[in-house]
């Protein structure tokens, strides 16, 4: 197969330019010009690609330190069947995760492909988000350090800087804590807050990001930790001076854009396989899905 970190990089054809370009609507103003997410020719070739980010997701959230424990889960619709989802099994280490251990799960809670235990917690949370969205392609959530600590204010992430604007009013505070997430009343909450929003905060518990790819999802987790991060150190150190709401309405058009959160992840997957060379390796087998019908 071949290289997934580098195919949708190519020099443009003969002949083509790429430029900025004036934005007919604002004088002065530019509009960026970046690589678009991949077509695909077949159920197969989108369903290893998926996959495959899928895994490099596991691995980057591990070397960031993003993962605790058993806790935390990331999940992507099958792209033939998109009722069923692939997730990470109960008590594999993010670090370790391959394209074999991932499971195909449906709405039911019936592991479909795999022989690893499923997290319940996976199966509510996941399966309702992808149940209410049917934008959201891949959903990540897990335990990192500042999307915890941030959560216990019970409050939204504020536009203290150009980054925190990805998230201008596109982000949802889930109110109260009801215990460990293992029932679906507590699944639909999540999903109803989260709404149309690309992420939520939930109190005392953490973060949850979705996206219209695997690599938008895990960008906005990536990066809603880091706005936590530094909300907490800013307020911490004082009182913020916050972007004006007509700034950071502009700017979220911009760096809170689907397009923005793909074109985002692509660094942070050259860099993962660059390293870890092992998440490329994919067979027929990882490809085709024959549920027997």
């Not at 679906?184 to 909450?189: A, F, L, W």
Request: with cysteine; glycine share 8%.
């Amino acid at each position: 197969m071949e290289n997934d970190a580098v195919k949708f990089f190519k020099a443009p054809e003969p002949g083509a330019k790429i430029s900025f370009t004036k934005d007919p609507n604002k004088p002065g103003k530019f509009i960026f010009t970046m690589p678009q997410p991949p077509t695909f020719s077949s159920f197969a070739e989108e369903r290893v690609h998926r996959k495959q980010r899928l895994v490099a997701a596991f691995r980057i959230f591990a070397k960031l330190g993003l993962d605790e424990g058993v806790g935390g889960h990331l999940t992507c619709r099958d792209p033939e069947h998109p009722e069923l989802f692939w997730v990470n099994p109960f008590g594999r280490s993010f670090a370790c995760i391959t394209i074999k251990d991932l499971l195909l799960v449906d709405h039911n809670g019936t592991v479909v492909v795999g022989t690893s235990p499923l997290n319940a917690a996976a199966f509510v949370i996941h399966s309702k988000i992808h149940g209410a969205r049917e934008d959201a392609i891949a959903a990540c959530h897990s335990h990192s350090v500042y999307g915890k600590a941030f959560s216990t204010l019970a409050k939204p992430v504020l536009p203290v800087t150009q980054d925190a604007c990805m998230f201008y009013e596109d982000h949802a505070v889930l109110p109260g804590f009801n215990g460990v997430v293992a029932d679906e009343v507590e699944g639909d909450r999540i999903a109803e807050v989260l709404g149309s929003c690309k992420a939520i905060v939930m109190q005392n518990h953490g973060l949850l990001t979705v996206g219209k790819t695997v690599d938008e999802a895990a960008f906005w987790f990536i990066a809603l930790d880091k706005a936590c991060h530094v909300q907490l150190l800013a307020e911490a150190a004082g009182t913020p001076t916050l972007i004006a709401h007509e700034v950071a309405a502009d700017s979220h058009q911009t760096v809170g854009s689907s397009l923005s959160g793909w074109f985002n992840f692509q660094p942070y997957y050259q860099m993962i396989t660059r390293e870890q060379p092992d998440i490329l390796k994919v067979d027929d087998e990882d490809a085709q899905l024959n549920l027997g019908e």
